[in-house]
């Protein structure tokens, strides 16, 4: 099976700053990948290459099928993505905000409406359509976020830090939804420094300084590091001398 994303020796520099440096790796088809590493590590600027917002310095990369360099708005199409800083826009409504995206996505207008009735009550938000997004809680606002990233039924969604700042229950109703979409065949690639949620991934790569330190299966890695958690396994990548 074709994977659904390759990179290798995928390179970005700014000027002599090297931020992420010759990674390779493979996400197969319907896997949880799990982009670990702490703030700083390259997680973002990585994934900004793979969903063709950024022009790799050096390296190859194929998204979906498609190459980085030569097809990055084809790419574009057939991946969700949502952002760690800024996925809806605060100061128009739920409706509005989903509306929007859909138009973007290019999907009809009946399809829109009905995605909006199905995804508020999937939410539990039927009473906040009118509500402007600045007024609901960070919870809502990322399982929101989520549910529009892949209203067009891609075939990769990526994730940035999708539960930052978000409370424990939230955190954990968010990974039911993104086991919801792998199990109907959609390939899910996420960032995260909490090392916890490197648990609910099929594998995980663990980056360090701009570069791939260890990935695998999240029991092989602890196997392989002699940890009982994968935040173990992370210090003895970060802090191998203490």
Not at 211 to 235: C, W, Y
Request: a positive charge; aromatic letters at 10%.
């Amino acid at each position: 099976m074709t994977p659904a994303i390759t990179a290798d020796k995928l390179t970005k520099k700014f000027g002599d700053f090297t931020a992420v440096n010759q990674i390779t790796f493979e996400v197969k088809k319907g896997e949880i990948f799990g982009f670990l590493g702490a703030n700083g590590a390259g997680k973002t600027t990585a994934m900004r290459m793979l969903n063709g917002l950024s022009r790799p310095t050096a390296g190859q990369a194929e998204v979906a099928g498609f190459n980085v360099y030569r097809q990055a708005e084809k790419i574009k199409r057939h991946i969700g993505y949502m952002s760690q800083k800024f996925s809806l826009y605060e100061d128009l409504t739920v409706r509005e905000n989903i509306r929007f995206y859909g138009g973007i996505y290019g999907l009809p207008g009946r399809e829109i409406r009905r995605q909006e009735k199905e995804l508020t009550a999937s939410l539990g938000m039927e009473g906040y359509s009118n509500t402007l997004v600045k007024a609901i809680p960070l919870g809502w606002k990322q399982k929101l976020s989520f549910s529009i990233a892949i209203m067009h039924r891609p075939e990769i969604v990526f994730l940035d830090e999708p539960t930052g700042g978000v409370d424990p229950i939230t955190r954990r109703q968010f990974w039911e939804m993104i086991y919801k979409a792998a199990s109907e065949g959609m390939t899910v690639f996420v960032t995260t420094h909490y090392m916890d949620e490197a648990e609910y991934c099929g594998r995980v790569s663990i980056m360090v300084d701009g570069h791939i330190a260890a990935l695998d299966t999240p029991r092989a890695l602890k196997e392989q590091f002699g940890a009982e958690s994968m935040n173990d396994v992370f210090l003895q990548l970060t802090r191998p001398n203490q």
